[in-house]
């Protein structure tokens, strides 16, 4: 069974900056691909980063692109988001998955963590 653990999360000011990590209990790490959703209260997870397998690929959404940052450390089993600029609207509860797929919708993910809850106040 995988499974995530994440941490960093947190209540910040508007421009702060904030990095998440997320652990897999997975000796093979380097087989997943790796992504971070967000989800607003009542509202639909929503694809934010993806970083695949080999780390050399990554994609942003629109509305983070030139704020956040994923990358991953294949030694220490972690990927992260590294969060910078941040605004109201990014708060949400951050989630990773990862899958050996992978692709930017939570129905192509199998195994989740916690979540964990980032507020940035105005």
């Known amino acids: 069974q995988v499974q995530l653990v994440e941490s960093g999360g947190g209540l910040v000011h508007t421009g702060d900056s904030l990095r998440l990590s997320c652990s897999l209990s997975?000796?093979?790490?380097?087989?997943?691909?790796l992504v971070w959703f967000l989800q607003i209260l009542g509202q639909e997870r929503e694809f934010v980063a993806i970083?695949?397998?080999?780390?050399?690929?990554?994609r942003s959404a629109d509305s983070v692109k030139g704020r956040f940052s994923i990358s991953r450390d294949n030694a220490k089993n972690t990927v992260y988001l590294q969060m910078n600029s941040l605004k109201p609207e990014d708060t949400a509860v951050y989630y990773c998955a990862a899958s050996t797929l992978g692709g930017p919708r939570p129905s192509q993910y199998d195994y989740w963590g916690q979540g964990t809850q980032v507020t940035v106040s105005s």
């Open positions: 970083i695949m397998r080999s780390g050399s690929s990554t």
């Open positions: 997975e000796p093979n790490f380097g087989s997943y691909t």
